[in-house]
């Protein structure tokens, strides 16, 4: 399954992403995407100047863990290392939170998904959140964490956009 993480990830947190991929069929981590999302994104000057500036940030896709290797603590390190590699890099991360399953059963795992990234200092993504790095979760839930935990003031953000 894949794992994908910027270039300087290891370096940064210690964590090897390569120890991630290894053994097929008994290693514990099914997928930990981690990508980070320039401020530009590439837009010709012509149509960047008619929206809000987006800014650069980290965008956690994913931490899956096999269901036998849950509830051994492989889901939080990874997400210590990728709240540890934002810290270093400066950058907020946010995610689309979702549980599996269907019905009921993914509204209760989704809810103890939310609980567990606020521990880390996530928060649920605000209507000026979404606006400043296009988070578009459609009917997921969308958090945000800030470099160190910092969250902005309103008053910050207007003076930034």
Not at 2 to 22: I, Q
Not at 38 to 63: T, W
Not at 100 to 129: C, H, I, P, S
């Amino acid at each position: 399954m894949p794992v994908k993480v910027p270039a300087d990830f290891a370096e940064l947190t210690g964590v090897d992403d390569r120890l991630l991929v290894s053994g097929w069929g008994t290693r514990p981590v099914n997928i930990f995407y981690l990508t980070e999302k320039p401020a530009d994104h590439g837009l010709p000057e012509h149509l960047a100047r008619y929206r809000l500036p987006v800014e650069a940030s980290l965008k956690l896709n994913d931490i899956v863990i096999d269901e036998k290797d849950r509830g051994t603590g492989i889901g939080s390190q990874l997400l210590d290392a990728a709240v540890r590699y934002a810290d270093i890099k400066g950058l907020p991360v946010w995610m689309c939170v979702a549980g599996e399953r269907q019905g009921e059963g993914e509204k209760t795992n989704t809810e103890r998904l939310v609980a567990w990234y606020k521990r880390y200092g996530f928060e649920m993504a605000d209507d000026v959140a979404r606006r400043r790095f296009e988070i578009d979760c459609r009917s997921h839930q969308e958090m945000v964490r800030y470099p160190h935990g910092w969250v902005p003031s309103f008053d910050e953000l207007l003076g930034n956009m």
